[in-house]
């Protein structure tokens, strides 16, 4: 059974900082890629960043790229991935939702396990 909670969402000013974990369990997720995505009023959901677990190696959306950064932190069962969101603009506020792909190690954009969300407001 794999779980998925986001937390650190909250309110904050423009050109603030947040900083989203996402803890995942379940079994050998330190072998598949992760990654954050979000959903603002009235929008489509969008992919946001990733990470992939053998190599590290990331993908930013162009929207948050030099602003947010992904890191994770493996364990045999339980990982935890956290987004660092930097200089944040009002655009930004949205559900972040983490989610983990279970068929793969790199970063492709789909996902099978997704948490329930943590809201970002970014506002004066």
């Known amino acids: 059974q794999v779980q998925v909670v986001e937390s650190g969402g909250g309110l904050v000013q423009p050109g603030g900082s947040l900083r989203l974990s996402c803890a995942a369990s379940g079994f050998s997720l330190d072998r598949y890629a992760i990654g954050w995505s979000r959903q603002a009023p009235g929008k489509e959901r969008e992919g946001v960043s990733c990470?992939?677990?053998?190599?590290?190696?990331?993908?930013?959306a162009d929207s948050v790229k030099g602003r947010f950064t992904i890191s994770r932190d493996n364990a045999k069962n339980t990982v935890t991935v956290y987004l660092q969101m930097n200089s944040l603009k009002p655009e930004d506020t949205a559900v972040y939702y983490c989610?983990?792909?279970?068929?793969?190690?790199?970063?492709?954009?789909?996902?099978?396990?997704w948490g329930q969300g943590t809201e970002v407001t970014v506002s004066s």
């Open positions: 990470i992939s677990s053998s190599e590290g190696s990331t993908y930013y």
């Open positions: 989610a983990i792909a279970t068929y793969t190690s790199w970063c492709s954009g789909i996902y099978d396990y």
